[in-house]
């Protein structure tokens, strides 16, 4: 596609191009709607929407409905809005330029996070939040991006910088020119000023980040490395790290047999985690036995999160993480389990229809919202058995035999708000009829359900295949 964009535009057959793309939209479209139709072949329709690459992009964006997909709307916004704040920034120095995008920036209210407290919640780790919140709280890290993005705007070389435990800006001068305008030697850099955004609009003096390193007992040979600007690859394990530490700081975190005890927040810690997994995955630190340290630790954690809530990348994980551990003693084990999620996944699922005189019992339907009776959380039903089909290690640990129902009643498979998955016996359950959902239910019905139906007060199931009459 850049080839054709570059190219003389009466080279291009755009009616061949346009029939291309038509093609491209109609077939993702359709293995999209086969996702939302079966739950049979999820994965291999997965990957073949990611096949498509780049191409498939601007189709799925379409079906999630975005109305804004620039890259730099947000930075390009804010910049405007600091040269209509700064008349005449034009006329400054490129040093006296980076002072103001700090003073326009506090203005605005980026000043960090307002209480150290709250310094690790997990909001503080995502760029688009720090944008739309009212009091704009980050982490130095976002912060720093922040700067960034709107310096360049105007014409500044600026950077995050990697220095340890609290990410700086480095402002480089322009070619020719010092920071204060002075004309210098063109084949001699000029020096290069830092700023900390997070915590003040005043520059911060070289020699005091040096001081910084000496008391972190940094080998002097790391200096130059540490006050330069960060590679992108940098930033993202930073920020991946950031996110890891934050969920694992969560009042409850996961624990090592799943996912059950994560706890509901917004972004999703689930979510968050799982993402930031991936990165530290796809860019490890280091080089040989380091990066095969990093990939032993993450890939069998990753997979229990691609069984559990993310099927749909089963594909992703076979082609860009479990290539990576071909030389580890266990990777037979793993490849093995790959293949039978995918063959579990190519096999219809049993019909549950509730003509069966078997199901008539059978009290509740999927896609219906509850409050449980004992504990008092808000879940809603995937899906039911007859009777309670658990293991009997299960069966005893949860005494379901000692429920009035005993196992010979109902069960049912639950989402609940925490994003956890459970097993309710149907005596625990009490229906609820909102007239709407919380944001919490809503952001976890998605691969069980179409969409919230406010007449019948209920989620419109999404796995008829398996449970037609539902």
Not at 459 to 467: L, M
Request: proline share 4%; aromatic share 8%.
């Amino acid at each position: 596609m850049q080839e054709k964009f570059a190219s003389n535009v009466a080279d291009t057959d755009w009616k061949e191009l346009y029939s291309e793309r038509y093609r491209i939209d109609r077939d993702v479209t359709r293995r999209i709607n086969s996702i939302l139709a079966s739950q049979t072949g999820r994965i291999q329709k997965s990957a073949e929407i990611v096949d498509f690459g780049h191409e498939a992009k601007d189709t799925l964006i379409s079906h999630c409905n975005i109305d804004d997909d620039a890259d730099d709307v947000l930075a390009r916004r804010i910049a405007k809005e600091v040269h209509q704040e700064c008349p005449g920034l034009n006329d400054q120095t490129s040093r006296q330029q980076a002072v103001q995008v700090t003073n326009a920036l506090r203005r605005k209210g980026f000043r960090g996070v307002r209480h150290t407290a709250h310094y690790h919640d997990l909001s503080n780790n995502f760029i688009g939040m720090a944008l739309r919140d009212e009091e704009h709280q980050a982490l130095p890290i976002v912060q720093a991006a922040i700067y960034c993005c709107v310096a360049q705007r105007i014409g500044l070389d600026a950077h995050p910088c990697g220095f340890p435990r609290h990410v700086h800006v480095i402002i480089k001068s322009p070619s020719g020119r010092d920071l204060d305008g002075r004309i210098g030697s063109p084949n001699t850099e000029s020096p290069a000023m830092y700023i900390d955004p997070w915590r003040s609009s005043e520059e911060t003096p070289k020699e005091d980040l040096i001081m910084r390193l000496q008391t972190l007992k940094v080998t002097p040979s790391n200096f130059e490395a540490l006050l330069g600007p960060s590679s992108t690859a940098e930033i993202i394990r930073r920020t991946a790290r950031n996110i890891v530490t934050s969920v694992e700081m969560l009042p409850q975190i996961m624990g090592v047999g799943g996912h059950s005890n994560f706890p509901s927040t917004s972004p999703s810690a689930k979510d968050a985690f799982y993402g930031a997994l991936w990165a530290l995955l796809l860019l490890p630190e280091g080089e040989g036995d380091q990066i095969r340290a990093q990939q032993e630790r993450y890939i069998p954690y990753m997979l229990r999160y691609v069984e559990q809530d993310f099927l749909l990348d089963l594909g992703l994980f076979q082609k860009n993480a479990l290539t990576y551990f071909q030389e580890q003693y266990h990777y037979e084990q793993l490849r093995g389990k790959v293949f039978q999620m995918v063959a579990d996944d190519n096999s219809p699922k049993k019909r549950k229809a509730r003509r069966a005189k078997r199901h008539e019992s059978v009290r509740y339907k999927v896609g219906q919202v509850f409050r449980h009776k004992r504990y008092h959380y808000s879940a809603i039903i995937t899906g039911w058995d007859v009777e309670c089909e658990a293991t009997e290690a299960w069966i005893a640990q949860m005494n379901v035999r000692s429920l009035p129902g005993g196992q010979h009643q109902a069960f049912y498979h639950v989402m609940v708000e925490d994003q956890s998955v459970r097993y309710v016996a149907e005596e625990n359950i009490q229906v609820v009829t909102p007239n709407a959902v919380t944001p919490g239910l809503m952001a976890i019905a998605g691969q069980h359900f179409k969409r919230w139906d406010r007449t019948a007060k209920c989620f419109v199931s999404n796995v008829r295949d398996e449970y037609p009459d539902d």
